[in-house]
């Protein structure tokens, strides 16, 4: 069955080594593959509930109303829910066998449960205090007038610094809107906050003050919810769009990556997203590091798996805005993706002990007191850390380039950022992918003017540390316009040839410092993928399953 997606893109040149191979590391039972002359792909935990024989299954099916309706009469089955792009089954492991062999059926994934992913503010370490106050050539910037949709747990609206910044409320869960967990208000708050109202909450303010938000909650008070749910504010943002001037998503959230990013429905609802111009910012997830402090590869979580998501992953400032000091957070989950092998995060950003506005109330601000860090009742501030937070500090400075360049395409949103972002070799581009963003950089990369080397908490920086920094923008940015920018993943595609910094792309061979791909051979520093063998060092480590959640 169709689903809408345009997938006329080249697969990513990384998923075509040993994809194969990489399924059966990353679960044992791996998809199931039927003998039948048609078997429907499976998400990996539908091949689980096959195999145990699984009596309560919620499938999501895709599809327009026509095509469900005929399905649930074909093999009586009950729709728990009708989605805008397809419906939710309820089925048991014989319906689910059963609608796997129907020749209409391309693929089927689990609506399983999501949640929110968490573990001095961080705008001076990311240079846009300069943004707000104008710096050089740049005028002042806050982001004003750009509306973000923020998917998460809900927005606390009576927030003194989220007051009259939340447009459009829509609660898919059935409530009314409101945050009971306290996730959704923390992230809404970096994205967006005021100043605070106090002596001792003044020196908080979110990274686009200017913006505004929408708040599409999907996650309970427990902070978890259900991917068909999110899949439909996704499509409810594409449907309003116009109306909100929406053009950002912020997902703070994400679940386990269970099957390849074409038949991930939630990955499906991103394109569609970026496709119709919102850029989708998503956080990396936490699973990049074991409790006895290993690091772990191949944890990216859905939909950051996407290669049309802008996935950031998470910076440890260590309490200075100085870049000196700064390290990639032990829990940022790490790429490269499973099943696709995408090199993930596309940047990282600020994402440990960020303060933001908390909801009194909520779940998280009852259970972690001591997070409370200035402010009382409704002008509270509390600390949370995880790539939700550095999610957040993207968007916001999303916001701010498109204060700066209104018509700025998703995919040149992303390429800027990359281009301006401040590589850290230690971490790798598994780790920070490009490196850690750079918003007064940025925006002067979209305004036309001159970068290269800026000044963050008095030490100079690097801008386009990973790429060759040009010595002027404008004529890099307006080719970026003129010359239709392919970003896939986060390479940066230029006719046939790709060059940027030392990497060189020609064909089916890839030159990157110290990596060479050729074929299905990978090696990379001690790191060498070949067939469904992964090297790493004395280790072989790929991440694990979980349930979908905020980070």
């Known amino acids: 069955m169709s689903n809408g997606v345009n997938h006329s893109e080249p697969r990513h040149p990384f998923s075509r080594a040993a994809a194969a191979g990489f399924l059966f590391i990353a679960f044992a039972a791996g998809p ?61 492991a014989g319906q689910l066998g059963a609608l796997r062999q129907d020749e209409t059926v391309d693929h089927l994934s689990g609506d399983i449960r999501i949640r929110s992913l968490f573990d001095a503010s961080a705008a001076e370490s990311i240079g846009a205090d300069q943004v707000w106050a104008g710096a050089g050539d740049v005028r002042p910037l806050s982001g004003k007038g750009v509306s973000v949709a923020v998917i998460d747990s809900g927005i606390d609206t009576r927030h003194e610094a989220l007051k009259r910044r939340v447009i459009a409320t829509r609660d898919f869960t059935g409530g009314d809107g409101m945050d009971r967990y306290g996730h959704g208000t923390h992230v809404a708050g970096i994205i967006a906050g005021q100043v605070g109202q106090t002596a001792d909450t003044r020196e908080f303010r979110g990274i686009a003050s200017g913006a505004y938000l ?61 496709n119709a111009g919102i850029t989708v910012v998503v956080a990396a997830g ?130 800027v950022l990359q281009l301006t972002s401040s590589f850290m070799p230690e971490a790798g581009m598994l780790g920070a992918g490009a490196g850690m963003v750079n918003a007064i950089a940025a925006v002067e990369l979209v305004q036309g003017k001159q970068f290269g080397t800026t000044s963050i908490a008095g030490e100079d920086v690097v801008a386009g540390g990973f790429f060759t920094a040009p010595a002027t923008s404008s ?38 410092g110290d990596q060479i791909l050729w074929g299905d051979q990978i090696i990379w520093g001690d790191q060498i993928l070949w067939g469904d063998q992964i090297l790493w060092g004395d280790q072989i480590i790929w991440g694990d399953a979980g349930a979908l959640s905020s980070f």
């Open 475 to 512: 004529s890099v940015f307006a080719s970026l316009v003129r010359r239709q920018l392919t970003v896939r993943s986060n390479q940066i595609i230029w006719g046939d040839q790709i060059i940027g910094g030392d990497q060189i792309i020609w064909g089916d061979q890839i030159l990157w």
């Open 214 to 274: 929408l708040n599409l909650r999907v996650l309970g008070d427990d902070g978890s919810g259900t991917v068909s749910d999110v899949v439909e504010a996704l499509d409810w943002s594409i449907e309003h769009r116009v109306e909100y001037d929406i053009k950002v998503i912020n997902m703070s959230i994400g679940t386990p990556v269970l099957q390849p990013y074409r038949d991930d429905p939630l990955c499906e609802a991103v394109e569609r997203a970026v």
């Open 286 to 415: 936490n699973n990049g590091g074991t409790t006895d402090g290993r690091a772990v590869y191949g944890t990216i979580s859905s939909p950051a798996n996407s290669p049309y998501a802008l996935t950031v992953g998470a910076i440890d400032t260590h309490g200075t805005a100085a870049r000196s000091d700064d390290t990639l957070a032990k829990y940022s989950s790490k790429g490269p993706t499973k099943y696709d092998l995408i090199i993930k995060p596309d940047v990282a950003a600020p994402g440990s002990h960020i303060a933001s506005a908390e909801s009194v109330e909520s779940y998280l601000s009852k259970m972690h007191p001591e997070r409370h860090v200035a402010g009382t009742g409704r002008n509270s501030y509390f600390q949370l850390s995880g790539t939700s937070m550095s999610a957040g500090v993207v968007s916001g400075t999303v916001a701010l380039l498109l204060d700066g360049r209104p018509r700025l395409t998703p995919a040149n949103a992303k390429a």
């Open 32 to 92: 199931a593959f039927a003998a039948g002359p048609h078997a429907a792909r499976l998400s990996a935990d539908l091949a689980d509930h096959l195999q145990h024989n699984s009596q309560a299954i919620r499938v999501i099916v895709h599809g327009d109303q026509a095509e469900i309706d005929l399905l649930a009469a074909r093999y009586n089955l009950p729709i728990a829910r009708r989605l805008t792009s397809g419906a939710v089954f309820l089925v048991n």
